[in-house]
């Protein structure tokens, strides 16, 4: 078992022992920890907040007109200062909550992984979701699924799938056509797992090996950092990362599937990093994907963590950039998330750093990210940030604080995202909060090309809650 370090209440793993998000360690053991704040995932805020896990109606901004165990309709109450207001409507934002059961532990906190998963469009315009579970953070179960239809209230589950015994991190899921494909690593029988759920009859549902060339692939020992991506209509990558023995470097791998089977996998070295987690990723058409993630380089606790961007052509080997601040002295150290403008093929990133801020950057069309490694716009205070642009509308940027402060959801100023977005002109609308925790969320999940075919219908998203006092619930916002 890698050794334990206390990082305010959180209870952090050794990374570079091999695992830093509760897959496999050096010696190829498992460990006890996933996702800590000195894990890299940037640190676990924290309140202040009573410990209570209880779903309630109650908010800083607005007024309840509902009950704390369905719908809930309430006003923002304007942005944070330091942000810009225009004076446009507020949005009312519904909130319902989707689980009270969120897979969390003391060593675990229940916002790990918001890259894994995202609010999924079928095609009948329901919204699916899927939730992890298991007795302790060596073992994940299931993969659970949760529906809300177009025109219903709530959420309700609506099947589950069993995992391999081996399966112990969170598992990435996306949807093609009428299929939710769910991607995890068997540390046991070392291989790659996909499960299986059609929406249109949950009956029809299974899990099994990858097959990469026809054949059950054998991932190697330290197989970590799975991730799931669309790759186009219908096409799908999968990702993880093989860290690296003692603190030696460890290499990135991925398969392919335009729909003929999977191919690969193809691996890259890592420049001398321990490992690549934490990936956001994007396809940026013709098959290609633009990604962001996380490095550590060195063998813990002695290592740093270095947020870095790349894009790669499908049976390519990866080639990343790291992304700095304009002063030296702050790190870089964690995506955020990742958006990919089809129409003019710049990509967009946010990171956090170690003082508890995030950074901003912005790759033109055409252009190298060597060229666009330093931030176009910082914001002092965030924890995790997503982008939401709705089909016919502006690019979002979602913020959750890391100090308490709340939900914001920043609205560009113009529809030029072809340029750098100037946030500090964005329309700002303060989120409410389902009750306590929520002031500092451990995770945003949106509605992304990432994870689905259809478009983005509307500015929707779902929030997990702070780190023991309300990570077992999340809830899904949106403006109606």
């Known amino acids: 078992m890698p050794r334990l370090l206390v990082v305010l209440v959180l209870v952090a793993c050794n990374p570079a022992a091999g695992d830093t998000s509760g897959g496999t360690s050096g010696a190829g053991g498992t460990s006890g920890a996933a996702d800590p704040a000195s894990s890299g995932d940037a640190p676990v805020p924290t309140t202040g907040a009573a410990t209570t896990g209880s779903i309630t109606s109650g908010a800083v901004a607005g007024t309840s007109t509902g009950t704390s165990t369905g719908e809930v309709a309430m006003s923002t109450g304007g942005g944070p200062s330091g942000e810009v207001s225009t004076g446009a409507a507020e949005p009312m934002f519904v909130l319902r909550p989707i689980t009270a059961d969120n897979r969390h532990y003391v060593t675990m906190h229940g916002g790990w992984g918001p890259h894994l998963r995202g609010l999924m469009r079928a095609g009948d315009d329901a919204l699916w979701f899927t939730v992890d579970q298991g007795e302790d953070v060596d073992h994940n179960r299931k993969v659970r699924y949760f529906r809300r239809g177009a025109d219903e209230a709530g959420w309700s589950e609506q099947a589950e799938n069993l995992h391999a015994a081996g399966v112990q991190q969170n598992a990435a899921s996306i949807l093609v056509g009428d299929t939710i494909f769910t991607y995890a690593v068997d540390i046991g029988a070392h291989r790659l797992e996909e499960c299986t759920l059609n929406t249109t009859d949950v009956s029809q549902r299974a899990c099994g090996p990858v097959l990469i060339s026809g054949a059950e692939y054998p991932t190697p020992a330290n197989s970590n950092y799975v991730g799931a991506a669309l790759l186009g209509e219908g096409w799908r990558i999968v990702?993880?990362?093989?860290?690296?023995?003692?603190?030696?470097?460890?290499?990135?791998?991925?398969?392919?599937?335009?729909?003929?089977?999977?191919?690969?996998?193809?691996?890259s070295g890592l420049a001398g990093a321990n490992d690549l987690g934490y990936v956001h990723a994007m396809a940026t058409g013709a098959g290609g994907l633009a990604l962001a993630g996380q490095t550590f380089t060195g063998k813990y606790p002695d290592g740093t963590y270095h947020a870095v961007v790349g894009e790669l052509t499908p049976g390519m080997p990866l080639v990343t950039t790291t992304l700095a601040d304009l002063d030296p002295a702050i790190e870089v150290r964690t995506a955020a998330d990742l958006w990919h403008d089809p129409d003019s093929g710049a990509v967009h990133v946010v990171a956090t750093t170690q003082t508890g801020g995030l950074r901003y950057y912005q790759r033109p069309p055409g252009a190298a990210w060597a060229e666009h490694a330093l931030p176009k716009h910082s914001f002092a205070d965030g924890y995790r940030a997503r982008f939401v642009r709705p089909a016919g509308g502006r690019l979002h940027l979602v913020l959750g604080s890391s100090s308490g402060a709340g939900v914001t959801v920043l609205r560009a100023p113009d529809d030029d995202v072809a340029a750098a977005v100037d946030w500090a002109a964005a329309?700002?609308?303060?989120?409410?909060e389902p009750g306590p925790g929520f002031a500092a969320p451990s995770a945003l999940y949106v509605e992304s090309r990432t994870y689905q075919e259809r478009p983005v219908a509307g500015l929707g998203f779902a929030i997990c809650g702070a780190y023991q006092v309300s990570d077992g619930e999340i809830w899904e916002l949106r403006p109606e």
């Not at 791998?253 to 191919?263: E, L």
């Not at 329309?427 to 409410?432: G, K, T």
């Open 239 to 267: 990702w993880w990362t093989v860290v690296g023995e003692g603190g030696g470097e460890g290499a990135f791998y991925y398969t392919y599937n335009y729909g003929g089977g999977w191919n690969g996998p193809v691996v």
């Open 427 to 432: 329309e700002s609308f303060a989120v409410p």
